[in-house]
């Protein structure tokens, strides 16, 4: 069976330090993978899709990057922290199903910039 | 602008009564609508999509292209339906979410 894995599950950071949160899948190959996040309050924001290795596509523009090394592992990184990058990340990934896609969520990472 | 709106924070409803989350959507074309949820402690689920017409745990959701709206409904709603609701436009842009209650 799929499952999908993110760590770590909560973080606490100083504004201007380094991020690397990681996200792998278990039991697919060339998923479509995500990262969102939820700021208090708010609806998810998608801010990045992945169709394969190397292959990034940014949504919103902001300090955050994210790499995909290999097929099932998705990384969120930002070389410095800002206060407004507090929230909740979830990483997410999608297969075709007959009715189009079914999509599973990681548990997700709290993230506390202070 | 895309758009997912959901004007409701906060539903609270008794058991046994109808329930209805209210999600309207501005999007360029015709997008492929969902509803996910988290029930507490639970990670975020996908609980139905307009495409494939399904009915799951009692709950519908009705596209009307006229109104731009995707509303979640549910005849009889339950204790165990309390959790967060979330409407998504092609899985990309999500509302801000609902929180029911059901009241025993």
């Known amino acids: 069976s799929q499952t999908i894995h993110q760590w770590p599950a909560t973080l606490v950071q100083p504004v201007g330090s380094p991020l690397s949160l990681e996200c792998t899948v278990e039991g697919t190959s060339n998923p479509n993978l995500y990262w969102y996040r939820q700021a208090a309050g708010r609806g998810l924001q998608l801010l990045f899709y992945?169709?394969?290795?190397?292959?990034i596509s940014s949504e919103v523009p902001q300090n955050l990057s994210a790499s995909r090394p290999q097929d099932r592992q998705f990384i969120l990184s930002s070389k410095k922290l800002l206060l407004s990058d507090s929230g909740f990340y979830l990483c997410?990934?999608?297969?075709?199903?007959?009715?189009?896609?079914?999509?599973?969520f990681g548990p997700g990472t709290r993230l506390t910039v202070t | 602008a895309q758009r997912v709106t959901q004007p409701e924070k906060l539903l609270s409803v008794f058991k046994g009564a109808p329930v209805e989350l209210k999600c309207n959507y501005s999007?360029?074309?015709?997008?492929?609508l969902f509803w996910y949820v988290q029930y507490s402690r639970q990670r975020l689920q996908l609980l139905l999509r307009?495409?494939s017409r399904e009915s799951i745990k009692g709950f519908t959701a009705d596209l009307n292209k006229g109104e731009t709206s995707f509303h979640l409904k549910k005849p009889f709603a339950q204790e165990e339906d309390s959790a967060m609701y979330s409407c998504s436009a092609r899985q990309l842009t999500f509302g801000s979410g609902t929180q029911l209650t059901v009241l025993p």
């Open positions: 307009h495409i």
């Open positions: 999007y360029s074309g015709s997008p492929e």
């Open positions: 992945s169709i394969g290795i190397d292959q």
């Open positions: 997410a990934w999608n297969e075709p199903t007959g009715h189009g896609y079914e999509q599973y």
